[in-house]
């Protein structure tokens, strides 16, 4: 049996007469930049999120730029975050003149820890001149905290959101891989990318929100803020040719994108549920296999799987005999930004933050899509559970 990692193929079979059904909408009023497919897909993800505002734009990394922005951060300033993530989240950092300062995740999540957190802003800030945090290490000013959701989990965000406000710090969330994630507050649910005054979403198509092609967004329950980045988004210009800022670019989300984001919003509830099933079925299969280290999902929180991510032994020889039997695995992330060349600036070493790299050593993500079936889940499992057994045998014979 081949299973692939994840299968686009059969989302849009699923939706393929409502996405042509818009497509030809889009095409027929020619309206293909702005309009009324971008202001409708804003509005409904915006109250999909139960937040006022949304502004659509050109990918998730610009998403994150443009979130940074709006919470006031610039040249000079320091942004606290995770090794274990994607690029694009250091990437917006540093795109708007900051650095990042790294803390170390929870073992157990991947996330952000906020035990981490509160220690390096105890320990490793002190107050400056004018009653604002510095990273003693860089001398920056420590302006926000970019806590990352990651492979659908969000983290700890009533922890972290109060040690923000403990130090008057901005919270802007990198949401790109937890769309309809949610954790508890107060007794009410909450989606990721509720909790800071800005936060970001990748549209990339292999998202549980996905498009056909690069798209991005950021929520807000602020107009001051939406409105600034509507301005960056689109050359700093608040009408044509009149320009009000030096600092925008073209960082727009094109309207057929909009379109087909609109049509696959209205099934992301029922996508993500049919991804918790599959979570459960990897779940009983493995369950009493104390070699592989399941996903966690703490009390109070809703995990959406983008990824189902396990740790094993031997992750190496596990994922080649794997790929071997045609099943598609991937490693998210092999490698934590603090070790990367592209920041060997920053000064950080190995051993610097030990909990993502021993996760990056062990981490292996099994095939998780909403189409994928129980059939190919056990063959996954089975698949999984000989290539530990091969590799105990090698090992036991050595």
């Not at 400056?128 to 970019?146: I, P, Q």
């Not at 769309?179 to 198509?205: K, L």
């Not at 056909?212 to 009408?239: C, F, L, N, P, Y």
Request: proline share 4%; hydrophobic share 40%.
């Amino acid at each position: 049996m081949k299973v692939p990692f994840v299968d686009l193929r059969a989302q849009h079979d699923e939706l393929r007469s409502e996405i042509d059904s818009v497509l030809t909408e889009v095409i027929d009023n020619s309206s293909f930049i702005g309009g009324p497919f971008v202001d409708r897909f804003e509005r409904n993800f915006a109250e999909f999120l139960r937040l006022q505002f949304c502004v659509a734009c050109a990918s998730g990394t610009d998403a994150l730029k443009l979130a940074l922005m709006a919470a006031g951060v610039g040249e000079g300033d320091a942004v606290v975050t995770v090794p274990n993530t994607f690029i694009a989240t250091v990437e917006a950092i540093t795109q708007v003149g900051a650095i990042p300062a790294f803390v170390d995740i929870d073992s157990d999540t991947y996330c952000m820890s906020p035990e981490k957190l509160a220690e390096f802003l105890a320990k490793d800030c002190r107050t400056g001149n004018s009653g604002y945090l510095v990273d003693r290490r860089t001398g920056r000013r420590v302006k926000a905290l970019l806590p990352v959701h990651l492979y659908g989990l969000p983290a700890d965000m009533n922890a972290i959101a109060e040690l923000g406000a403990c130090h008057n710090l901005e919270v802007v969330e990198d949401a790109c891989q937890a769309h309809g994630a949610s954790r508890m507050h107060e007794g009410v649910e909450r989606r990721a990318g509720s909790f800071g005054g800005t936060s970001a979403f990748s549209f990339y198509p292999g998202k549980n929100l996905g498009g056909m092609g690069e798209g991005g967004a950021v929520v807000t329950d602020s107009e001051h803020k939406a409105e600034r980045m509507r301005i960056w988004r689109e050359h700093g210009q608040v009408e044509r040719y009149i320009h009000v800022s030096p600092n925008g670019w073209n960082g727009r989300l094109d309207a057929l994108q909009c379109a087909v984001l609109d049509v696959k919003l209205k099934k992301l509830e029922e996508w993500n549920e049919r991804r918790r099933k599959a979570a459960k079925w990897y779940e009983d299969f493995l369950c009493t296999d104390d070699r592989v280290v399941l996903p966690m999902e703490p009390e109070g929180s809703r995990h959406v799987y983008h990824l189902f991510v396990v740790r094993l032994p031997d992750r190496d020889s596990v994922r080649g005999r794997l790929s071997s039997k045609e099943i598609g695995v991937g490693l998210h992330y092999p490698i934590p930004l603090h070790l990367q060349a592209a920041y060997r600036g920053l000064g950080l070493k190995a051993g610097d933050f030990p909990e993502a790299e021993k996760a990056a050593r062990s981490i292996l993500s099994l095939p998780m899509f909403p189409h994928i079936t129980h059939e190919q889940v056990a063959y996954v499992c089975e698949s999984l559970r000989d290539a530990l057994d091969d590799r105990a045998h090698a090992a036991c014979c050595a």
